[in-house]
């Protein structure tokens, strides 16, 4: 059974930095599918930050992330990463990474931006960034 869980969460202030980890274990092949991180804000939908290719082939994020997040994967250490900088208060929320995504070549970007596209899920880190 495939397991994920994060970690790295925690609070700082608008224009700090934060690098969460989400460790994957229990046979979960990393050159097929897609992975990602999303967030949810208090009283808000869960949303798509960013998104790794199989086998960190491609990234994607949402305009929100873009130029300030980095995405990335250690395969030999069965871990994702999000490197968070230039962090602002509406970066605040739950962050979830999210593996299985189907790789969708022939669609731009070709890792899926919906929550219900991914199969396996960790429990959340939470991030509070001050003003």
């Known amino acids: 059974q495939v397991q994920v869980l994060e970690s790295g969460g925690g609070s700082v202030q608008t224009g700090g930095s934060l690098r969460l980890s989400c460790r994957v274990s229990g046979g979960y092949i990393y050159g097929t599918y897609c992975m990602a991180w999303f967030r949810q804000a208090p009283e808000k939908e869960r949303e798509g930050v960013a998104g790794?290719?199989?086998?960190?082939?491609?990234?994607v994020f949402a305009a929100s992330a873009k130029d300030r997040f980095t995405i990335s994967l250690d395969s030999g250490d069965h871990t994702l990463y999000l490197q968070m900088d230039s962090m602002k208060p509406e970066d605040t929320g739950m962050y979830y990474c999210?593996?299985?995504?189907?790789?969708?070549?022939?669609?731009?970007?070709?890792?899926?931006?919906?929550?219900?596209?991914?199969?396996?899920w960790g429990h959340g880190t939470e991030v509070t960034v001050g003003a």
């Open positions: 790794i290719y199989p086998g960190g082939s491609g990234t």
């Open positions: 999210a593996v299985g995504g189907p790789l969708m070549p022939y669609y731009a970007p070709s890792c899926p931006g919906e929550s219900i596209d991914y199969s396996y």
